[in-house]
């Protein structure tokens, strides 16, 4: 902690104050209210925050430190779920054998993809990891069906040959994951006056293992491993031409992104203990995309605010329909009310995608780093303004 410079270390105290009291920070509409809607607050939705930014920033360890644009992590994230539900089916309800697995597992097919992938750069290896993704994808689906369960996923089952645990509570229920005695479903609500507050030993759990990956990634950033990845984004052929091989470098990138991938698939399966096919399918690669770059890419926090943008969106715009938009809008005249009804409809409830589309041509276009670039101009021109009204009426700063 003491080698982190003031910034960084901002930065990781700021993640963490956003993570671990995020269930006041996303409650701040009350219950009951019209407003309510907007409310992120609950545990389910606050898991998808923290797990989909662990894998958002292993992703920006590969493409913002070293431009590699993969198209293909998703299937790093799907092996990684698939090995925590089998750690629970054979071994243990406890989470951390299977987290453990995950991340290993997904660390072992990152190296040998990876091995094969960076033999090509640009858009060849972004192809090169869609294709080996894809087949990845095919193979959990249909050919591997014993080990994946197909298009039904892998579950658990009351047969299971638990080595560690029983195959089934006292009542005659699937054991749920936990850690030493706390099950990941436990909540706890706290009600203050008309707000509703729920904390989830699931979600701190995650959040816990976010800030420790958040503390990871900063060291891979200020250290000499990261200088050297940002050097191969600059110019790679330049360092080839010096006689360095970069593809260590760019391979050990590429499996701890793998690495982080797996952590995230993990996480996923310890908070719910299914894994399905659709996990490693070519959108959830997507996906992460979207959130590097729509965060900023290359910077710290960015992937972990781009993850929560989309995530809100997906989750919060998605359940909005007409309904709700005729309460809203209720106190309006009847044509009034149906006209704009009308013309919000298309943008929010299944067309939310439209909605995130456009919002994400306005970040590329106006903000081509991000969220993380807007809030650095805010920060710009607040300062600028409070130095001006610092500075008595009619006087100006001495020339240099």
Same mark, same amino acid.
């Given at each position: ?82 090995? %925590? ?12 054998? %299977? ?107 995650? %959040? ?193």
């Amino acid at each position: 902690m003491k080698s982190l410079t003031k910034n960084d270390l901002t930065l990781l105290v700021a993640v963490a104050f956003l993570t671990l009291f995020a269930p006041f920070i996303l409650n701040p509409f009350p219950e009951g209210s019209a407003m309510a809607q907007f409310n992120a607050g609950y545990p389910d939705l606050m898991q998808r925050f923290v797990i989909f930014g662990i894998f958002a920033i292993g992703f920006n360890i590969l493409f913002g430190l070293t431009g590699y644009l993969s198209f293909g992590h998703a299937a790093f994230l799907g092996v990684g779920s698939y090995a %925590a539900v089998w750690m629970f089916k054979l071994l243990s309800m406890n989470v951390i054998p %299977a987290i453990i697995l995950s991340v290993i597992v997904a660390g072992l097919f990152s190296l040998l993809i990876g091995f094969v992938s960076l033999r090509r750069s640009g858009i060849y290896f972004s192809i090169l990891t869609l294709a080996f993704a894809q087949m990845m994808f095919a193979l959990a689906y249909s050919v591997l069906t014993p080990i994946t369960g197909g298009e039904t996923g892998l579950q658990l089952a009351l047969d299971d040959p638990r080595i560690l645990g029983s195959s089934q509570t006292p009542e005659g229920n699937i054991p749920v994951p936990g850690l030493f005695g706390m099950e990941m479903r436990d909540s706890f609500d706290l009600e203050l006056g008309s707000w509703v507050f729920t904390f989830n030993i699931g979600y701190y759990f995650c %959040a816990l293992v976010l800030i420790a990956s958040f503390y990871l990634a900063i060291r891979i950033f200020r250290s000499p491993f990261g200088m050297m990845l940002r050097a191969v984004k600059s110019n790679q052929q330049r360092m080839n031409y010096t006689g360095l091989n970069t593809r260590p470098y760019t391979l050990a990138a590429f499996v701890i992104s793998g690495m982080y991938a797996g952590l995230a698939g993990g996480l996923m399966a310890s908070m719910d203990p299914l894994a399905g096919a659709e996990r490693m399918q070519w959108t959830a690669s997507g996906e992460v995309v979207l959130m590097t770059i729509l965060g900023g890419a290359g910077t710290l926090i960015g992937p972990v605010l781009g993850a929560g943008f989309i995530k809100y969106f997906e989750n919060i715009f998605s359940k909005i329909n007409a309904t709700i938009l005729h309460e809203w809008f209720a106190f309006l005249p009847d044509g009034l009310e149906d006209f704009i009804v009308a013309i919000l409809y298309p943008f929010i409830g299944k067309g939310w995608h439209l909605t995130l589309g456009i919002l994400f041509m306005m970040v590329v276009i106006f903000l081509p780093g991000g969220l993380v670039e807007g809030g650095q101009r805010i920060r710009s021109w607040l300062q600028a303004r409070k130095s001006k009204n610092g500075r008595p009426n009619g006087t100006t700063e001495p020339a240099e």
